[in-house]
Protein backbone atom coordinates (compact mmCIF):
# COMPACT_ATOMS: atom_id res chain seq x y z
CA UNK A 1 0.00 0.00 0.00
CA UNK A 2 1.74 2.98 -0.94
CA UNK A 3 0.45 6.50 0.73
CA UNK A 4 1.24 9.84 -0.20
CA UNK A 5 2.41 11.75 3.44
CA UNK A 6 2.27 15.77 3.63
CA UNK A 7 3.76 17.58 5.89
CA UNK A 8 3.62 21.61 6.71
CA UNK A 9 3.37 21.58 10.40
CA UNK A 10 6.02 24.55 10.99
CA UNK A 11 8.66 25.55 8.80
CA UNK A 12 9.47 22.66 6.74
CA UNK A 13 7.20 21.89 3.29
CA UNK A 14 7.58 17.90 2.71
CA UNK A 15 6.08 15.31 1.16
CA UNK A 16 6.56 11.81 0.89
CA UNK A 17 5.85 8.22 -0.43
CA UNK A 18 6.25 5.40 1.92
CA UNK A 19 4.87 1.64 1.03
CA UNK A 20 3.19 -0.34 3.98
CA UNK A 21 4.92 2.20 6.50
CA UNK A 22 8.20 1.28 6.14
CA UNK A 23 9.61 1.22 2.77
CA UNK A 24 10.85 5.11 1.76
CA UNK A 25 10.05 5.61 -2.08
CA UNK A 26 10.90 9.26 -2.13
CA UNK A 27 11.10 11.96 0.72
CA UNK A 28 11.55 15.52 -0.51
CA UNK A 29 12.17 18.47 2.07
CA UNK A 30 11.73 22.33 1.15
CA UNK A 31 13.46 23.96 4.00
CA UNK A 32 12.58 27.61 4.75
CA UNK A 33 15.31 28.33 7.13
CA UNK A 34 17.19 31.20 5.29
CA UNK A 35 13.66 33.25 4.85
CA UNK A 36 13.38 33.36 8.72
CA UNK A 37 17.48 33.22 9.08
CA UNK A 38 17.17 37.44 9.79
CA UNK A 39 14.46 37.23 12.14
CA UNK A 40 16.38 34.60 14.40
CA UNK A 41 12.94 32.37 14.27
CA UNK A 42 9.72 31.44 12.56
CA UNK A 43 7.74 34.02 11.69
CA UNK A 44 3.94 32.27 11.00
CA UNK A 45 3.13 34.23 8.23
CA UNK A 46 6.02 33.76 6.15
CA UNK A 47 5.95 30.24 7.09
CA UNK A 48 2.51 29.98 5.58
CA UNK A 49 3.31 31.76 2.58
CA UNK A 50 6.04 29.64 1.65
CA UNK A 51 4.16 26.64 2.27
CA UNK A 52 1.61 27.77 0.06
CA UNK A 53 4.06 28.65 -2.74
CA UNK A 54 5.90 25.22 -2.88
CA UNK A 55 3.47 22.76 -2.08
CA UNK A 56 2.86 21.71 -5.13
CA UNK A 57 5.85 21.41 -6.51
CA UNK A 58 7.43 19.90 -3.57
CA UNK A 59 4.63 17.06 -4.66
CA UNK A 60 5.05 16.63 -8.33
CA UNK A 61 9.09 15.91 -7.30
CA UNK A 62 8.15 13.62 -4.90
CA UNK A 63 5.97 11.28 -7.28
CA UNK A 64 8.56 12.44 -9.70
CA UNK A 65 11.41 10.38 -7.28
CA UNK A 66 9.28 7.65 -6.69
CA UNK A 67 8.73 7.35 -10.72
CA UNK A 68 4.49 6.83 -9.82
CA UNK A 69 2.24 9.34 -10.66
CA UNK A 70 -1.15 10.46 -8.48
CA UNK A 71 -3.13 7.23 -9.61
CA UNK A 72 -0.87 5.32 -7.79
CA UNK A 73 -1.49 5.58 -4.30
CA UNK A 74 -3.77 4.43 -2.52
CA UNK A 75 -4.14 6.77 0.63
CA UNK A 76 -3.19 10.50 1.54
CA UNK A 77 -2.01 11.28 4.92
CA UNK A 78 -1.45 14.62 6.82
CA UNK A 79 -0.14 16.32 9.86
CA UNK A 80 -2.93 18.32 11.01
CA UNK A 81 -1.88 18.70 14.83
CA UNK A 82 0.06 20.48 16.46
CA UNK A 83 1.54 23.32 14.90
CA UNK A 84 1.15 26.35 13.33
CA UNK A 85 -2.44 27.25 12.12
CA UNK A 86 -1.82 29.09 8.78
CA UNK A 87 1.16 26.35 7.93
CA UNK A 88 -1.21 23.12 8.71
CA UNK A 89 -3.99 24.81 6.81
CA UNK A 90 -1.66 24.53 3.75
CA UNK A 91 -1.38 20.46 4.42
CA UNK A 92 -4.53 20.07 4.95
CA UNK A 93 -6.26 21.70 2.15
CA UNK A 94 -3.73 20.28 -0.59
CA UNK A 95 -4.58 16.52 1.20
CA UNK A 96 -8.21 16.86 1.63
CA UNK A 97 -8.23 18.23 -2.53
CA UNK A 98 -6.01 15.06 -3.51
CA UNK A 99 -8.81 12.70 -1.37
CA UNK A 100 -11.43 14.10 -3.00
CA UNK A 101 -9.93 14.49 -6.34
CA UNK A 102 -8.72 10.71 -6.41
CA UNK A 103 -11.15 9.37 -4.27
CA UNK A 104 -8.89 8.16 -2.06
CA UNK A 105 -8.42 7.67 2.09
CA UNK A 106 -7.95 11.22 3.91
CA UNK A 107 -5.65 9.93 7.12
CA UNK A 108 -5.40 13.03 9.93
CA UNK A 109 -1.54 12.53 12.03
CA UNK A 110 -0.53 13.91 15.06
CA UNK A 111 2.76 15.27 14.19
CA UNK A 112 4.58 14.27 17.87
CA UNK A 113 3.44 10.46 17.39
CA UNK A 114 4.62 10.74 13.61
CA UNK A 115 7.96 11.71 15.07
CA UNK A 116 7.96 8.94 17.45
CA UNK A 117 7.41 6.87 14.76
CA UNK A 118 10.27 7.54 12.51
CA UNK A 119 12.44 5.23 15.13
CA UNK A 120 10.59 2.01 12.83
CA UNK A 121 12.39 2.87 9.40
CA UNK A 122 15.47 1.57 11.22
CA UNK A 123 15.00 -0.63 14.16
CA UNK A 124 12.79 -3.23 14.91
CA UNK A 125 11.23 -1.81 17.70
CA UNK A 126 9.93 -3.71 20.64
CA UNK A 127 7.59 -2.28 23.24
CA UNK A 128 7.02 -0.83 25.88
CA UNK A 129 9.20 1.60 25.70
CA UNK A 130 10.11 5.41 26.72
CA UNK A 131 9.50 7.92 24.26
CA UNK A 132 11.69 11.67 24.61
CA UNK A 133 10.02 13.48 21.53
CA UNK A 134 12.94 16.99 21.77
CA UNK A 135 12.04 19.40 19.04
CA UNK A 136 12.04 23.09 18.92
CA UNK A 137 8.72 23.15 19.96
CA UNK A 138 8.44 20.33 22.10
CA UNK A 139 10.23 18.53 24.69
CA UNK A 140 7.66 15.51 25.91
CA UNK A 141 8.65 12.36 27.93
CA UNK A 142 5.83 9.76 27.14
CA UNK A 143 5.95 5.93 27.95
CA UNK A 144 4.56 3.37 24.78
CA UNK A 145 2.51 -0.10 24.38
CA UNK A 146 2.28 -0.09 21.16
CA UNK A 147 2.13 2.25 17.96
CA UNK A 148 -0.90 4.31 18.80
CA UNK A 149 -0.75 3.69 22.68
CA UNK A 150 1.28 6.80 24.72
CA UNK A 151 0.61 8.13 28.23
CA UNK A 152 2.52 11.67 28.33
CA UNK A 153 4.63 11.43 31.39
CA UNK A 154 6.02 14.94 31.51
CA UNK A 155 7.00 18.10 29.41
CA UNK A 156 8.34 21.00 29.56
CA UNK A 157 7.41 23.83 32.09
CA UNK A 158 9.02 26.37 30.19
CA UNK A 159 10.95 26.58 27.16
CA UNK A 160 11.69 23.32 24.87
CA UNK A 161 15.06 21.72 24.73
CA UNK A 162 15.36 23.16 20.93
CA UNK A 163 13.74 26.42 21.95
CA UNK A 164 17.19 26.53 24.45
CA UNK A 165 19.45 26.16 21.58
CA UNK A 166 18.19 28.82 19.49
CA UNK A 167 17.97 30.78 21.96
CA UNK A 168 21.59 30.16 23.59
CA UNK A 169 22.70 30.38 20.08
CA UNK A 170 21.25 33.93 18.82
CA UNK A 171 22.91 35.39 22.17
CA UNK A 172 26.09 33.38 21.06
CA UNK A 173 25.85 35.10 17.76
CA UNK A 174 25.65 31.47 15.86
CA UNK A 175 22.87 32.17 13.93
CA UNK A 176 19.49 29.95 12.87
CA UNK A 177 18.45 27.41 13.54
CA UNK A 178 20.44 27.34 16.60
CA UNK A 179 21.01 23.93 17.47
CA UNK A 180 23.38 22.92 14.46
CA UNK A 181 25.67 25.76 15.01
CA UNK A 182 25.85 24.97 19.18
CA UNK A 183 26.84 21.41 17.94
CA UNK A 184 29.38 22.79 15.50
CA UNK A 185 31.12 25.31 17.99
CA UNK A 186 30.67 22.86 20.51
CA UNK A 187 33.07 20.80 18.75
CA UNK A 188 36.07 23.10 19.70
CA UNK A 189 34.91 23.31 23.03
CA UNK A 190 35.59 22.26 26.19
CA UNK A 191 32.29 20.88 28.37
CA UNK A 192 33.98 20.97 31.53
CA UNK A 193 34.94 24.37 31.27
CA UNK A 194 31.52 25.96 33.33
CA UNK A 195 29.49 24.28 35.01
CA UNK A 196 25.65 25.52 34.50
CA UNK A 197 22.89 23.88 36.64
CA UNK A 198 21.58 20.52 35.36
CA UNK A 199 18.12 21.85 36.52
CA UNK A 200 16.45 18.17 37.32
CA UNK A 201 13.45 18.71 39.36
CA UNK A 202 13.02 15.42 41.30
CA UNK A 203 10.13 16.29 42.96
CA UNK A 204 6.95 14.71 42.89
CA UNK A 205 4.65 15.55 39.66
CA UNK A 206 7.75 17.50 38.03
CA UNK A 207 10.44 14.15 38.07
CA UNK A 208 9.25 13.91 34.82
CA UNK A 209 9.35 17.20 33.48
CA UNK A 210 12.01 19.61 31.98
CA UNK A 211 12.77 23.30 32.33
CA UNK A 212 15.44 25.02 29.99
CA UNK A 213 14.76 28.49 30.90
CA UNK A 214 17.23 28.61 33.88
CA UNK A 215 19.91 26.73 32.21
CA UNK A 216 19.49 29.44 28.87
CA UNK A 217 19.31 32.73 31.53
CA UNK A 218 22.51 30.93 33.23
CA UNK A 219 24.78 30.63 30.09
CA UNK A 220 23.28 34.33 28.81
CA UNK A 221 24.39 36.18 32.64
CA UNK A 222 27.96 34.21 32.17
CA UNK A 223 28.67 35.70 29.03
CA UNK A 224 27.52 38.99 30.36
CA UNK A 225 29.30 39.18 33.15
CA UNK A 226 32.59 38.36 31.06
CA UNK A 227 31.64 40.69 28.33
CA UNK A 228 31.36 43.49 31.35
CA UNK A 229 34.68 42.45 32.61
CA UNK A 230 35.76 42.63 29.39
CA UNK A 231 37.65 39.49 30.24
CA UNK A 232 38.31 37.16 27.61
CA UNK A 233 35.57 34.32 26.71
CA UNK A 234 35.70 30.79 24.56
CA UNK A 235 32.18 31.06 23.21
CA UNK A 236 33.28 27.18 22.02
CA UNK A 237 33.75 26.70 25.96
CA UNK A 238 30.23 28.35 26.89
CA UNK A 239 28.45 26.46 23.38
CA UNK A 240 30.28 23.16 24.36
CA UNK A 241 29.37 23.10 28.47
CA UNK A 242 25.94 24.62 27.48
CA UNK A 243 25.12 21.60 25.07
CA UNK A 244 26.36 18.98 27.93
CA UNK A 245 23.70 20.41 31.14
CA UNK A 246 21.13 20.86 28.70
CA UNK A 247 21.63 17.07 27.01
CA UNK A 248 22.04 15.33 30.11
CA UNK A 249 19.26 15.88 31.81
CA UNK A 250 17.41 14.19 29.10
CA UNK A 251 19.40 10.87 30.30
CA UNK A 252 19.04 11.43 33.50
CA UNK A 253 15.04 11.50 33.29
CA UNK A 254 15.38 8.53 30.53
CA UNK A 255 17.25 6.46 32.92
CA UNK A 256 14.63 7.26 35.59
CA UNK A 257 11.22 6.54 33.42
CA UNK A 258 13.08 3.35 32.47
CA UNK A 259 13.60 2.20 36.08
CA UNK A 260 9.90 3.67 37.04
CA UNK A 261 8.37 2.16 34.13
CA UNK A 262 10.13 -1.11 34.07
CA UNK A 263 11.57 -1.22 30.61
CA UNK A 264 14.64 -0.23 29.31
CA UNK A 265 13.89 0.67 25.72
CA UNK A 266 14.10 4.54 24.79
CA UNK A 267 13.19 6.21 21.47
CA UNK A 268 14.80 8.90 20.62
CA UNK A 269 12.74 11.48 18.13
CA UNK A 270 12.44 15.18 16.98
CA UNK A 271 15.18 17.73 15.64
CA UNK A 272 17.08 17.62 18.26
CA UNK A 273 17.85 13.86 18.24
CA UNK A 274 20.12 14.99 15.43
CA UNK A 275 22.26 15.58 18.18
CA UNK A 276 25.83 14.01 18.17
CA UNK A 277 26.19 14.63 21.45
CA UNK A 278 22.92 13.04 22.20
CA UNK A 279 23.55 10.19 20.17
CA UNK A 280 26.77 9.09 21.67
CA UNK A 281 25.09 9.48 25.02
CA UNK A 282 22.43 7.51 24.56
CA UNK A 283 24.52 4.61 22.48
CA UNK A 284 26.59 4.44 24.77
CA UNK A 285 24.29 3.54 27.87
CA UNK A 286 24.38 0.21 28.96
CA UNK A 287 21.73 -0.26 30.83
CA UNK A 288 19.54 1.09 27.45
CA UNK A 289 18.69 -0.19 24.29
CA UNK A 290 18.23 2.75 22.61
CA UNK A 291 16.45 3.21 19.20
CA UNK A 292 17.25 6.24 17.16
CA UNK A 293 15.73 7.58 13.99
CA UNK A 294 18.17 8.31 11.29
CA UNK A 295 19.24 11.61 11.01
CA UNK A 296 17.64 12.78 7.81
CA UNK A 297 14.55 11.41 9.70
CA UNK A 298 15.10 13.61 12.71
CA UNK A 299 13.93 16.81 11.68
CA UNK A 300 10.12 17.40 10.09
CA UNK A 301 9.43 15.08 7.48
CA UNK A 302 6.67 13.84 5.43
CA UNK A 303 7.88 9.99 5.59
CA UNK A 304 7.09 9.56 9.36
CA UNK A 305 3.52 11.00 8.62
CA UNK A 306 2.69 8.86 5.38
CA UNK A 307 4.74 5.72 8.01
CA UNK A 308 2.73 5.88 10.46
CA UNK A 309 -0.44 6.47 8.84
CA UNK A 310 -0.13 2.63 7.12
CA UNK A 311 -0.97 1.24 10.71
CA UNK A 312 -3.74 4.02 11.34
CA UNK A 313 -5.10 2.52 8.23
CA UNK A 314 -4.75 -0.82 9.24
CA UNK A 315 -6.57 0.17 12.39
CA UNK A 316 -9.51 1.51 10.15
CA UNK A 317 -8.52 5.02 11.42
CA UNK A 318 -9.79 6.82 8.41
CA UNK A 319 -10.66 10.74 8.88
CA UNK A 320 -13.47 12.64 7.40
CA UNK A 321 -13.59 16.05 5.89
CA UNK A 322 -14.42 17.98 8.82
CA UNK A 323 -10.65 17.03 9.87
CA UNK A 324 -9.50 20.64 11.25
CA UNK A 325 -5.88 22.12 12.29
CA UNK A 326 -5.19 22.01 15.79
CA UNK A 327 -2.03 24.46 17.05
CA UNK A 328 -1.79 22.18 19.90
CA UNK A 329 -1.34 18.82 21.23
CA UNK A 330 -4.59 18.67 23.67
CA UNK A 331 -4.71 19.41 26.92
CA UNK A 332 -1.50 18.65 28.16
CA UNK A 333 -0.97 21.44 31.10
CA UNK A 334 1.57 21.94 32.73
CA UNK A 335 2.65 19.28 35.11
CA UNK A 336 -0.18 17.15 34.44
CA UNK A 337 -0.85 13.78 33.02
CA UNK A 338 -2.87 13.23 30.37
CA UNK A 339 -3.53 9.48 29.05
CA UNK A 340 -4.53 9.18 25.20
CA UNK A 341 -4.66 6.53 22.98
CA UNK A 342 -4.35 8.57 19.55
O1 LIG B 1 11.58 18.60 14.94
P1 LIG B 1 12.08 19.88 14.35
O2 LIG B 1 12.70 19.85 12.96
O3 LIG B 1 10.95 20.96 14.31
C1 LIG B 1 10.04 21.12 15.33
O4 LIG B 1 8.99 20.38 15.30
O5 LIG B 1 10.33 21.95 16.23
O6 LIG B 1 13.14 20.48 15.41
C2 LIG B 1 13.80 21.71 15.21
C3 LIG B 1 14.68 21.99 16.41
C4 LIG B 1 15.32 23.37 16.41
O7 LIG B 1 15.16 23.96 17.69
C5 LIG B 1 16.79 23.07 16.11
O8 LIG B 1 17.68 24.04 16.65
C6 LIG B 1 16.94 21.72 16.78
O9 LIG B 1 15.75 21.03 16.47
N1 LIG B 1 18.11 20.97 16.29
C7 LIG B 1 19.17 20.63 17.05
C8 LIG B 1 20.10 20.00 16.17
N2 LIG B 1 19.56 19.96 14.92
C9 LIG B 1 18.33 20.56 15.01
N3 LIG B 1 19.42 20.82 18.36
C10 LIG B 1 20.59 20.37 18.84
N4 LIG B 1 21.54 19.78 18.08
C11 LIG B 1 21.33 19.58 16.75
N5 LIG B 1 22.27 19.00 16.00
ZN1 LIG C 1 8.67 18.45 14.48
Redesign the pocket.
Known amino acids: MKILGIET??D?TSASLVEDGKKILSNVVATQFEFHREYSGIVPEIASRKHQEVINYVIEQCLKEAHLCFENIDAVAVAHYPGLIGSLLVGLVTAKTISLSLGIPLIGIN?LEA?LYSIHFSNSVEYPLVGLII????TLLVTSRGIGSYEIRGSTLDD?V??A??KVAKHLGLGY????A??ITARAGDETAFEFPRVILNAGRDRYNFSYSGLKNAVINQRKSFLRKGEENSTQNIAASFQAAATDVLLIKARWACEDFKTDRVALA???A???RIRRLFSEEKSLISYLPEKFL???NAAMVAGLAYHKYLHGEISNFSLKPRSRLGSIVKGKRKKYES
Not at 135 to 138: D, E, F, K, L, W
Not at 177 to 180: F, K, S
Open positions: TCEHHSGGHAGEFDPGGPIEGGVNNETQD
